[in-house]
C-alpha cells in the first residue's frame, strides 16, 4: 500500500524567506501522480501544484516550484519570497494511475509565515 | 460561479438527530467524492462516486450514507448523530488525473 509522510509537522518563516517542505512517499509503482494542496485559515483547499512521475522536469507554478527526486521517493515543496497569505496547512498527496483516482495524503504540514 | 458547492457551511445539531449535507459541481467532472476532516486535520475519505456509481466505500459507520442522483450531485445523510461525527466535511469533484476541486467544507458540531 502506498504511503505518503510529511515530517514536519509545523514551520514557520520570515516573510519574504525561502522555504522548503518535505514530503516522501512509499510505492512500488513507476508512473503515478503527486500533489501538493494548500488549506488557509478559510479552510478551501486549493491545489498549488500537480507532478506526472513520468516527467523528469519538476513543476512550477509562480513561487511554487518541487523538488522531485523519483529515485529518493522524494516530493519536497518550495516557496519563494514566502507571503503572509502563503500561511496554511500543506498536504502532500500520492495519485496511483489505476486507483480510481484516489488520493493518498500526508498528514499536512502547518506554515507560519511571520510578518 | 462557484465550481463545487455545499451546504450548509456551519451546521449545529443536537445528538440523535438526522442531518444531510448537499454538494453540488458544475465542472462536468465523472467522479465526486466526500472527504471527513478532524481536527487534527488528517483527511480521510469516504465515499467516491463516478457517474453516481459508488467506487469508494471506505469503513464509516452505517449511519452515513451518500446519494447521488445524477454525476453532478452528490449528497451526505447522517443518522443518529454523535458527538464523534464532530469534524469539517468536505466534497470534491475530479477529472482523470488532474487532482480535486473542493466544496468549502461544512463544519459539523453535534452537541
Known amino acids: 500500500a502506498q504511503t505518503v509522510t510529511q515530517s514536519q509537522p509545523e514551520m514557520s518563516v520570515q516573510e519574504a524567506e525561502t522555504v522548503t517542505l518535505s514530503c516522501t512517499y512509499d510505492?512500488?509503482?513507476?508512473?503515478?501522480?503527486l500533489f501538493w494542496y494548500k488549506q488557509p485559515p478559510s479552510r478551501q483547499m486549493i491545489l498549488v501544484i500537480r507532478?506526472?512521475?513520468?516527467k523528469q522536469q519538476n513543476a512550477t507554478e509562480n513561487r511554487f516550484s518541487v523538488n522531485f527526486q523519483k529515485a529518493a521517493k522524494s516530493f519536497s515543496l518550495k516557496i519563494s519570497d514566502s507571503q503572509l497569505g502563503d500561511t496554511a496547512m500543506y498536504f502532500c498527496?500520492?495519485?496511483?494511475?489505476?486507483?480510481?483516482?484516489?488520493?493518498?495524503w500526508g498528514a499536512g504540514t502547518k506554515l507560519i509565515i511571520k510578518p | 460561479d462557484t465550481a463545487v458547492s455545499q451546504t450548509p457551511k456551519y451546521l449545529v445539531t443536537q445528538m440523535g438527530n438526522d442531518k444531510s449535507i448537499k454538494c453540488e459541481q458544475n465542472?462536468?467532472?465523472?467522479?465526486m467524492y466526500w472527504y471527513k476532516q478532524d481536527s487534527k486535520k488528517f483527511l480521510k475519505i469516504m465515499f467516491s462516486y463516478n457517474n453516481k456509481e459508488l467506487i469508494i466505500n471506505e469503513t464509516v459507520p452505517n449511519r452515513f450514507s451518500p446519494k447521488s442522483p445524477d454525476k453532478a450531485h452528490l449528497n451526505l445523510h447522517i443518522n443518529s448523530l454523535e458527538l464523534g461525527d464532530s469534524a469539517v466535511y468536505f466534497c470534491a469533484s475530479s477529472l482523470d488525473s488532474y487532482g480535486y476541486t473542493f466544496g468549502s467544507g461544512t463544519r459539523l458540531t453535534v452537541v
Open positions: 465542472l462536468g467532472h465523472d467522479t
Open positions: 510505492t512500488s509503482e513507476s508512473n503515478y501522480y
Open positions: 498527496a500520492f495519485m496511483k494511475l489505476d486507483s480510481n483516482y484516489q488520493l493518498i
Open positions: 507532478q506526472e512521475a513520468y
